[in-house]
C-alpha cells in the first residue's frame, strides 16, 4: 500500500513509500483510510522532539488523526463492523494515517458523527480529545468560569473554544485581526488582537490559561491568572507527569521535572498551578463527542484539504504557518464523500 514514511528523523526524513499492509490483532480494526487531519504533533514526531520518550521503530507511518471505513475486525472486536465509517487518533506508537490502510486497537476507534462527512471527521480527533481532556480532566471547567485559550482560530483553539463554551465558561482568545470574526462565531466572549492589544494588560481574573505558543507568551500567561489558577501549555516545558504517563524509565522524570522548573516555581510563587499537556487516545470519549457534533455543539473548522499524494506539501503548508484557521486534512478521495 501507498504511505508516507518516517525513514530518519529531521526535516526531511519522510518520503511516500509503498508498504506491506498492516496486520491485524485479535484487538484489532482494519481502516481503509478516507482522509487524515494535519496536526503540529506529526512534525514533532518526525523531527524526534519525543524519541527518548516514544520509541517509534523506524521506518513508520506517520498520521495522528484518521477516518475511513471499517474493512476487517479482529476476533476480539464487539461493537464495530466491517463497512463502519470510523474516525480515530491512534494511540501513541501505533500511529500511521497517512496510509491507505491503518490498523488500530479498537478501543481508539469510535463511529464517526453523522453529520460530518469523512473528510470533516479528519479533522476532529485529535485536537476534540484534547479539548475535552484539557477542560473536562484537567481543569473541571464549571458554569461561570473564566478560560483564556490563546491561538483561537488553530485547529487546537477554533475546538477548545467551542467545548468550553458548551461548558458554561466565559472564553477569551487571542487571535488577529483575519480571523477575528470566526472565533466570535465560535462563542468567544473577549477577543484580543495580538497584533494590536498585549493580552497581559487587558485580562485578568481568569481560571485557566490554555497556551499553544509557549515562552513568552507562557510566562505572561500566569499574570492573568486569578489564585488557585491553573496554566496548561501544550508546547511545554514538559514535566514529571508527561515521561509518567508515557511510561517512560523512571529515570526521564527528574529529567522532565528539571525542563519545567523555572515556570513551575514563577507559577507556585504566585499561588498557581502549571501543567504540560500530551492528550492520550480513547474511543470511548470520541463517542461521547461525536453527540456533540451531531447536536451543533461542536463543529470542525478546516482551513484547506490536500489529496493525499501532496501529503508531504501539506505537512509544509501547516510548517510554514499558512493555515489562516482550523485544520488541514489529506484526502483519498476527490469528493466530499
Known amino acids: 500500500m501507498k504511505a508516507f514514511v518516517v525513514e530518519k528523523y529531521g526535516k526531511d526524513g519522510v518520503r511516500a513509500a509503498d508498504v506491506p499492509e498492516p496486520t491485524v490483532g485479535a484487538r484489532d480494526v482494519l481502516v481503509r483510510v478516507s482522509a487524515a487531519g494535519i496536526n503540529p504533533l506529526d512534525k514533532m514526531v518526525r523531527d524526534g522532539e519525543f524519541k527518548q520518550l516514544l520509541k517509534y521503530k523506524r521506518p513508520f507511518v506517520l498520521g495522528h488523526d484518521v477516518a475511513g471505513v471499517v474493512t476487517q475486525v479482529g476476533s476480539a472486536v464487539h461493537g464495530l463492523k466491517v463497512g463502519d465509517e470510523v474516525y480515530a487518533r491512534p494511540r501513541d506508537l501505533r500511529v500511521g494515517g497517512f496510509a491507505e490502510f491503518i490498523a488500530m486497537d479498537a478501543d481508539d476507534v469510535a463511529p464517526k458523527p453523522a ?15 484534547a479539548a475535552w481532556q484539557i477542560l473536562v480532566e484537567r481543569a473541571h471547567v464549571k458554569p461561570g468560569q473564566k478560560v483564556l485559550i490563546h491561538a483561537g482560530a488553530g485547529g487546537l483553539g477554533s475546538t477548545v473554544i467551542q467545548l468550553a463554551k458548551h461548558l458554561g465558561a466565559t472564553v477569551a482568545t487571542t487571535t488577529n485581526t483575519r480571523t477575528e470574526e470566526l472565533v466570535r462565531s465560535l462563542g468567544a466572549d473577549v477577543v484580543v488582537d ?3 492589544e498585549d493580552f497581559s494588560q487587558v485580562l485578568s481574573g481568569y481560571d485557566l490559561v490554555l497556551d499553544s505558543v ?8 500566569l499574570t ?6 491553573l496554566a ?8 514529571a507527569a508527561f515521561a509518567k504517563q508515557l511510561g517512560a524509565p523512571s529515570v526521564l ?3 522532565m521535572a528539571a525542563l519545567s522548573r523555572k515556570i513551575r516555581k514563577r507559577a507556585k510563587a504566585l499561588g498557581l498551578r502549571y501543567e504540560f499537556f500530551f492528550m492520550r487516545a480513547s474511543g470511548s470519549q470520541l463517542r461521547d463527542l461525536s453527540a456533540l457534533y ?4 461542536l463543529r470542525p473548522v478546516i482551513d484547506s484539504t490536500f489529496p493525499f499524494d501532496r501529503t508531504l506539501e501539506a505537512m509544509a503548508y501547516v510548517e510554514q504557518g499558512r493555515t489562516q484557521a482550523g485544520k488541514v486534512v489529506v484526502s483519498m478521495v476527490s469528493d466530499n464523500g
Open 115 to 129: 453529520s460530518l462527512t469523512l473528510q470533516e471527521a479528519a479533522a476532529v480527533p485529535l485536537v476534540a480529545l
Open 194 to 196: 495580538y497584533t494590536n
Open 214 to 221: 509557549g515562552g513568552v507568551n507562557l510566562e505572561k500567561s
Open 224 to 229: 492573568v491568572l486569578k489564585p488557585g489558577g
Open 232 to 239: 496548561v501549555s501544550v508546547v511545554g516545558p514538559p514535566d
Open 253 to 255: 522524570a527528574p529529567v
Open 294 to 297: 451531531d447536536s451543533g455543539k
